[in-house]
């Protein structure tokens, strides 16, 4: 069973997503709210969820027919004369569990990925989103192969069930708690499986640095979609002077990106659903409020919130926050910042601001994490030539652009030799003898660059 | 339990001090492997005798060969794979710093097989080393000599708290899962990958895992058997016939089964002698279950050549069965002893859908004349590897990624392979702290100004082949007439050139 021809499957694709674009912001709009008219900012929806996509499908059929070919590599003197090559090969059926973050452009992003890799696709969208999971299940078909594509609309208990079945590679985007549940399922067939997670982002800020455009990336991250992203900064660390400068540089980003009344702004997003609206009023139960803080159940509207002198055992410090709040916890300097980084769990990306370079390449160079983006928060997510994936309790695997389409390929290493040239094939049958390893060690070495080639 | 605990916890906290992460020390261990595989190579030859049988050219060749090249290729090239690689930008991006990091995972743990039991557990580590990670391994207790040796070589030789080896079975192996690594690579059978897998998943630790399968080895009429054959033979026979990789299983077409047989046992004559007991180049069955396992294979098949066992020494001759049926004992399990089932078949039509029909093996063979028909038989099944008129080859080639698929396997390693499995890829983005003025286009309050700005910025082009060849050729020669032409306001107009030519996407590498 082999999917369609990749490329007519892409560029039905493209043909959705230019005519669908209206209508895909149109469900993002309407989702984060119970049906008030508070959209999903217009902006976020665009650049997200539809330009970055299309970054990604004109990235995918510009290369696509390079990325499929036969990939030649090179040959030891024993196989000089032969064919040796990996052949890019689909794995067969994947699953991609979308979540409802950014609902569209994290579904089709791996689903572009693993039609180009020549897959058949199930697509299960979040259920959270209802809007986004209509869309996908009624749009998609349209344009789709029905036979080489399906989406299922799954609760809790039918993805449990769906994961009973055998898949040849799972993608799934969602906690850590849940990517756990996946990968179990996926071991008891052997299924390779990307987990996209998430984590605390920590977010450095040294003492040197412009205070002002430091506020505005950081602000800007923080609560682009209601800070429901799994990139955006979760917690600044930062000395006690700079968080005082920060506060009112912060406040004064959120005035000029907001206005004086958040909650008015067609600009600033809502919590996509009750429960997570609660978890995140328990959350700010920490440190002090400094900016913000203000809530409006019906609306599920909670203001760009800025806590200081957050301690690591608060509330806010001890899971992902996934929403719009940023608690800032005071360190003495870089390296008690890092040890605090290296303390916690790998996060998805880190980010650190300092107008001295090496103070980025040492936070860099001192910590871990999926991704790292130095002086700037999310902007690592729109280049489609890096790899986007986590590490340890973040994630496993990597997508965007390339990745993608390696992620659903099995690299399959094929040698194709001729019948011929026999009797140097001698050397390696027995019976043995000391002559024959001695010209077999020699003809299989790989030589030492510095090693003296006369002796 | 502490025990497990302490021996990882140890080789966490020589990790987390950063003294394996520096090339330099990367290098001198390897440089240390390579010196402990020399200077020990008469024992560790005896150590994979006593466990297999195996003469000293053959463990020279199948085993420490393989290490030393492994060795040699990743200290050649260790200073190219671990440095930064720079990546495309775009507009937004182009003053940046943009590259991908290949980064330790931290602790490792490999888990060898017992069947090549010294190349099976260095090779991985080899790239686990060289990627800058702390290693645990576990060498198989099966193997039990070659075990020992590693356990007591490998503390004289490397750093012994960044690589320690634990040796035990499968209580401690099951003790060692419940610690949290960060990435597990498991050589061995389906179903105790499985179990790897499983535990790896409550830490969310990336596993690779590489298994087994029926290898099937098509024979097409069209080919030269004599050739075909003794090539065959020498992949099935080798270890006995313990080979992840060796071919299974036959098919050819029933008119062409009784040469395959003549020819295989011609072979099996010059390459073992009238007595295969007697050869010193045959190697034994590991253990007395595998021994009985192989055996019972053997019930209500018509043996075409050999069948002859003898417990004590764990030995069974070379043995060839035809007209074996799908559904027999044989053709349900990996065989992973010395004995070939051929099956007969019609068609290359029938015969891809026979191997489509089973679970993706490791690897795959096709022997024939027709160039079409090899490439159309792997066009047309999938498998870990292919190798094309000859057997097990593939996995000599370093740069070709070697691991399974489906029940096979997940994953891959050998060279480079290995080193980017044990990486971490960090993407890493450096921007400037100033040009704030661009970053205003993407700050609230936006409009539909800003979206198109957003636009222009960010979105690729669909590629317009030729005719935007042309375009760009016409800009160029634009752009020269307007700087010769108006040296003052040069700056302004070049540009707006380069900002019209990034539009149409063509400039991509800045």
New interface residues.
Partial sequence: MKGLSPQILGKKKKKMQGRDMSCCCAAAHAELTRGVLCPQPFFECEFSEILLCKNELHETLNNLSHWMKDEHVDKSLVTRLDLAFIRKDPYGVVLIIGPWNCPIHLLLVPLIGAIAAGNCVIIKPSEITKNSERLMAEGLPSYLDKDCSAVVAAGVEETTRLLENKFDYIFFTGSSAVGRIVMTAAAKQLTPVTLELGGKNPCYVSDSCDVQNVARRVAWGRFFNAGQICIAPNYVLCSAEMQEKLLPALHKAITEFYGPNPQESPDFGRIVGDRQFQRLQTLLRSGRVAIGGQTDEKDRYIAPTVLADVLPSDPAMQEEIFGPILPIVVVANMDEAIDFINSRERPLVVYAFSSDDKVVNQVLERTSSGGFCGNDTLMHVTLTSLPFGGIGNSGLGMHHGKFTFDTFTHHRGCLHRGMGREALHALRYPPYSQQKLGIVRVASEVKRKDACTLL | MERMQEVVGRARAAF?SGRCRSLEFRMQQLKALERMVWEKEEEILAAIKADLHK?G??A??HEI?GV??EL??A??KLPSWAAPQP????L??MRDE?Y??L?P??VVLIIGAWNYPFVLTMQPLIGAIAAGNAVVVKPSEISENTAQLVADLLPQYLDRELYPVVTGGVPETTELLTQRF?HILYTGN?TV??IV??A???H???VT?E?GGKSPCYIDKD??LA??C??IT?GKFMNCGQTCIAPDYIICDPSIQSKVVENIKATLQ????EDVKS????ERIVNKRHFKRILGLLEGQKVAHGGEADEASCFIAPTILTDVSPESKVMEEEIFGPVLPILTMKSVDEAIEFINRREKPLALYV?S?N?KL?KRV?SET?????????VI??F???????GG???S????YHGKHSFETFS???????????M?GT?KL?????SQK??DW??FF??????KGRVGLVILALLGIVAAVVIKNHQSVLKRKALLVVLAVQRLGWLSVW
């Fill in positions: 987390n003469s050219h053959n020279y060749s060969l030393l090249g040699a290729l200290m050649d990546v495309k930008k775009n937004l991006t943009a991908v990091c980064e995972l931290g960060d389906s990958g499985k897998m499983a790896a998943a409550k969310l630790t990336p895992l298994l080919c030269d050739v075909a003794r090539r020498w010059e390459f073992y002698g050869s010193p180049d045959y022997f004349n160039k090899i792997i999938s498998s870990g590897g292919v190798t094309g008129n000859d080859m593939h000599f080639l370093s740069t070709l990624p070697f698929v489906g029940n396997g997940m994953g891959a971490h890829r960090r993407a890493c983005l450096i921007k400037d702290l100033k704030e970053n993407r700050y609230p309050p936006s800003k979206v957003a636009k960010l979105l690729k082009r669909f590629n």
